[in-house]
T-cell receptor, first 110, second 111 residues
Framework: DTAVSQTPKYLVTQMGNDKSIKCEQN?????MYWYKQDSKKFLKIMFS???????INETVPNRFSPKSPDKAHLNLHINSLELGDSAVYFC?????????FGPGTRLTVT | RKEVEQDPGPFNVPEGATVAFNCTYS??????FFWYRQDCRKEPKLLMS???SGNEDGRFTAQLNRASQYISLLIRDSKLSDSATYLC????????????FGAGTRLAVHP
């Protein structure tokens, strides 16, 4: 069974659209994260939730809004998509320091 | 200066070779470090955690040098399947389990 799963795996959309990515983990972890990996392969944290509470909010445009309905789920909604949002978005979870990543969502904005 | 820096490579080595990568970090207060392996178009997978001076797991050895602020990863007896990008990460000392990643080092093992 996949420990950290994300949907969809691929997302192709046009500029200006709104889209959501979903993440679920069945590891019983308390903390979940969203990372963005750009075309230069640089992996950067965006948000983190601990037990449904937002604890990390990096300098991310407010078009990005995370939501955690419970500690096993973390979603990411993106409004008014721009070309520069094209990247791979990874969800991760952790119980302590070690973080485990989902398979990623490859977002392409055209 | 980036918080975590790695030589992007690529390191091209023959099977059976020993190869080492270094990763430097700028925040002297960082306590915990991690090596992840990332295959092309896949997610990063945790390879090793480094909380004290070092860690060893089979062919892989990670060492931490706090005085010089770097972490190394040594791979012995390289296999073709070791070909991947190796990401170094430092745990942000301000709390909240924020990992700061380097840009990765590419390893290509050839027959």
């Amino acid at each position: 069974d996949t420990a950290v799963s994300q949907t969809p795996k691929y997302l192709v959309t046009q500029m200006g659209n709104d889209k959501s990515i979903k993440c679920e983990q069945n590891l019983g972890h308390d903390t979940m994260y969203w990372y963005k990996q750009d075309s230069k392969k640089f992996l950067k944290i965006m948000f983190s939730y601990n037990n449904k509470e937002l604890i990390i909010n990096e300098t991310v445009p407010n078009r990005f809004s995370p939501k955690s309905p419970d500690k096993a789920h973390l979603n990411l909604h993106i409004n008014s998509l721009e070309l520069g949002d094209s990247a791979v978005y990874f969800c991760a979870s952790s119980l302590s320091y070690e973080q485990y990543f989902g398979p990623g969502t490859r977002l392409t904005v055209t | 200066r980036k918080e975590v820096e790695q030589d992007p490579g690529p390191f091209n080595v023959p099977e059976g070779a020993t190869v080492a990568f270094n990763c430097t970090y700028s925040n002297s207060a960082s306590q915990s470090f991690f090596w992840y392996r990332q295959d092309c178009r896949k997610e990063p997978k945790l390879l090793m955690s480094v909380y004290s001076s070092g860690n060893e797991d089979g062919r892989f050895t990670a060492q931490l040098n706090r005085a010089s602020q770097y972490i190394s990863l040594l791979i012995r007896d390289s296999k073709l399947s070791d070909s991947a990008t190796y990401l170094c990460a430092s745990l942000f000392s301000g709390g909240y389990n924020k990992l700061i990643f380097g840009a990765g080092t590419r390893l290509a093992v050839h027959p």
